[in-house]
């Protein structure tokens, strides 16, 4: 099958998920509470636009120039992460009704003490007013839900990323390098929401944790070089004791990872592409891997694919190994080959509560430190966002992890 033919297939799945998505909302929201004129006309025209904005925001987000359609692209945006929060809300409804409705029929068929008494206890026919009020509380109570978390979500979302500190033992570490810092960055996510101003933020607060070592987990960009350039630059003001390491996530596929891959070193920022270095302190060493996004080889980008055994090729076992690579599932095959801590991103954590669910069983690690056998695992929740402007139970991070020697 083609690229275009599956562009054109996957397009042609989301518009029919997002058009689902609102039949439904139209069908609990509108439909069934059966609001008086001219309320139902509006809420109709209202869902009608939020469908249209989607597409259209994100179609326009890939052809323009970032910020040229601020308003379209955050409405958008918002809209996205509401719809999310709506369906959810009334689901829930819907299912803590149906409960309700088998209780309740549950209990009658147990006090019922024959096929007659059964019989006699069937309900009336429903009455209509009473159901249409019981939609409208649930609609009322829906859009108040989704709209509450939805606030709460944007300030998350929008507010100052938090630092996020932990200390990883790792045994093979020597001495030397005890108390050595990793500051992790990941899924920034630089495009249409996501400009200059929160980049150089980040940099302020990931230079004021003096690292020894800056990590770029993956998913840095949604656009290419030449409409982020300006955004991206400030990364040039990164400060790191022993480097800044890059490497790729699913998104720079999207966005010309060849040419991001050719920009970033002249940022200082060296892009880590199946392979690794050494890092020094003292007598001790410790070997820092990378390896491309596992949904390269699938991209068309011509040499690019997760090798993670090239990566590791010559690797003198008496050294620590931590392997940047940006899906958590990488250390299915990281544990296999002995490394001893892998940091990745990817998830958000979720991002959007109760999203994180789906994502678990993609990728079996949602965020926080974990164990594959005999590796440690980390997985960020990310330092930006993607798509919605918002955070729900899943707050974005800059991670800082010190590495301690011993167990």
């Known amino acids: 099958m083609s690229r275009a033919v599956s562009l054109a297939l996957f397009i042609a799945i989301a518009l029919s998920i997002l058009f689902g998505l609102h039949l439904f909302l139209w069908a ?32 326009l987000g890939r052809a323009s120039a970032p910020g040229s359609h601020p308003w379209l692209t955050w409405t958008g945006s918002v809209w996205l992460g509401l719809l999310f929060l709506l369906f959810v809300s009334l689901l829930g409804g819907d299912l803590l009704g149906l409960g309700g409705r088998l209780i309740s029929k549950t209990a009658e068929a147990v006090g019922a003490t024959s096929v007659e008494a059964v019989a006699a206890h069937r309900p009336a026919p429903a009455d209509h007013d009473r159901r249409r009020f019981f939609a409208r509380v649930i609609a009322g109570a829906a859009a108040l839900l989704a709209s509450g978390f939805g606030v709460a979500g944007l300030r998350s979302a ?33 495009g249409p929401t996501i400009g200059r101003q929160q980049i150089e ?76 270095v050494e890092l020094s302190r003292g007598a001790s060493v410790l070997e ?22 090239k990566a590791l090729a010559g690797w003198d076992r008496r050294r620590p190994l931590v392997l940047l690579a940006h899906q958590p599932r990488t250390v299915l095959d990281a544990a296999r080959l002995g490394v001893d801590l892998q940091l990745s991103g990817h998830t958000h954590g979720g991002q959007i509560w109760p999203f994180g669910a789906l994502v678990r069983l993609q990728q079996r690690f949602l965020a926080g430190l974990g164990r594959h056998r005999g590796t440690l695992i980390y997985v960020s929740r990310g330092t930006g966002y993607w798509g919605p402007p ?12 010190v590495l301690r020697a011993g167990v």
């Open 158 to 190: 929008l507010g100052p990323v938090r630092v996020k500190r932990l200390e990883v033992h790792l045994p093979r570490l020597g001495g030397d390098l005890d108390g050595l810092t990793i500051v992790q960055l990941s899924d920034l996510h630089v």
């Open 201 to 276: 933020d980040i940099v302020r607060r990931s230079n004021a944790l003096s690292p020894d070592v800056v990590a770029i987990t993956g998913d840095l960009v949604d656009g290419s070089v030449a409409e982020l350039w300006g955004a991206v630059s400030p990364l040039g003001g990164l400060v790191a004791k022993l480097g800044v390491f890059f490497v790729t996530g699913n998104h720079e596929y999207y966005s010309g990872a060849a040419e991001w891959v050719e920009a970033l070193p002249g940022l200082g920022v060296r892009v880590l592409r199946n392979e690794r």
């Open 28 to 59: 609990r929201l509108v439909r069934d509470p059966g609001w008086p004129r001219p309320w139902g006309a509006v809420l109709t025209a209202a869902l009608a636009l939020g469908a249209v904005s989607i597409p259209v925001s994100l179609f």
């Open 288 to 309: 820092l891997g990378g390896v491309d996004d596992r949904s390269a080889a699938r991209s068309g980008t011509p040499g690019h694919g997760e090798d993670l055994e």
């Open 390 to 401: 918002m955070r729900l139970g899943a707050p974005s991070e800059i991670t800082e992890l």
